[in-house]
T-cell receptor
Framework: DAKTTQPPSMDCAEGRAANLPCNHS???????VYWYRQIHSQGPQYIIH???NNETNEMASLIITEDRKSSTLILPHATLRDTAVYYC?????????????FGAGTRLFVKA | IAGITQAPTSQILAAGRRMTLRCTQD?????MYWYRQDLGLGLRLIHY???????GKGEVPDGYSVSRANTDDFPLTLASAVPSQTSVYFC???????????FGQGTRLTVV
C-alpha cells in the first residue's frame, strides 16, 4: 500500500468548511483513497473513499487531483463533534482485507 | 449483538499473566484484524485473518497470538504480558468487497 502524508494538526471554526489535505504521490492505479476518523477513545469510523472521481456522501466530500497524487477531505459545515483524528489511507480494494497500516493522521480541532 | 463486540472493555493485568482479548462480529465478514494504538501514535496492525482457519502477521506481532476457528470470533492472546503491551486494542472486520472496515470500541489494557 502507498504511503500517505498528512499535517499533524489543523484548526477549524465551527460552521466553516474543514479541508484536510493528504499527499499520496506513490499511489498505484488500482489503489483507492480512503478516509477514516477516530473520535476520542472510540474505534475508527469510515467516512468516504474514491478512486479517481470526486465523491460525496452525507458526511463529507472527497476531492482527488487529476494525477491522483493528493486528495482533500472536505467537511462542509464543521461542528464541535467533528473534532477527531482523521486518517487518509490508500489501499487496494480487495477481499484480502484491510491490512493497511494506519498512520498518525491529522488531529482536527473544531472551535466554537 | 450489532457489528463488532470486544471484551473486556478494560483490564489491569499483572506482568507475566496470560490474557485473551475477545472479539466477535455478527456481519459474517471473512476478514478480521487486531490493531494496537499507543498514545500519540496511529493504529498498528498486530495480526489479521482473511478467512476462518487462516491467520497472518501484521506490523507488530511479537508477543501476541491469534486463532480463527470460525467466522465470527477472532481472539487475541498475550501468553505472558509485559508492560510494553499496555495499549488500547481494536478489533475490526471488513466486508467481502474490502470496501470498509468496521471497528470495535476497543479494549484498554494496562500491564503492571
Amino acid at each position: 500500500d502507498a504511503k500517505t502524508t498528512q499535517p499533524p494538526s489543523m484548526d477549524c471554526a465551527e460552521g466553516r468548511a474543514a479541508n484536510l489535505p493528504c499527499n499520496h504521490s506513490t499511489i498505484s492505479g488500482n489503489e483507492y483513497v480512503y478516509w477514516y476518523r477516530q473520535i476520542h477513545s472510540q474505534g475508527p469510523q469510515y467516512i468516504i473513499h474514491g478512486l479517481k472521481n470526486n465523491e460525496t456522501n452525507e458526511m463529507a466530500s472527497l476531492i482527488i487531483t487529476e494525477d491522483r497524487k493528493s486528495s482533500t477531505l472536505i467537511l462542509p459545515h464543521a461542528t464541535l463533534r467533528d473534532t477527531a483524528v482523521y486518517y487518509c489511507i490508500v489501499r487496494v480494494r480487495d477481499t484480502g482485507g484491510f491490512k493497511t497500516i494506519f498512520g498518525a493522521g491529522t488531529r482536527l480541532f473544531v472551535k466554537a | 449483538i450489532a457489528g463488532i463486540t470486544q471484551a473486556p472493555t478494560s483490564q489491569i493485568l499483572a506482568a507475566g499473566r496470560r490474557m485473551t482479548l475477545r472479539c466477535t462480529q455478527d456481519m459474517r465478514h471473512n476478514a478480521m484484524y487486531w490493531y494496537r494504538q499507543d498514545l500519540g501514535l496511529g493504529l498498528r496492525l498486530i495480526h489479521y485473518s482473511n478467512t476462518a482457519g487462516t491467520t497472518g502477521k501484521g506490523e507488530v506481532p511479537d508477543g501476541y497470538s491469534v486463532s480463527r476457528a470460525n467466522t465470527d470470533d477472532f481472539p487475541l492472546t498475550l501468553a505472558s504480558a509485559v508492560p510494553s503491551q499496555t495499549s488500547v486494542y481494536f478489533c475490526a472486520s471488513s466486508d467481502e468487497g474490502g470496501t470498509e472496515a468496521f471497528f470495535g470500541q476497543g479494549t484498554r489494557l494496562t500491564v503492571v
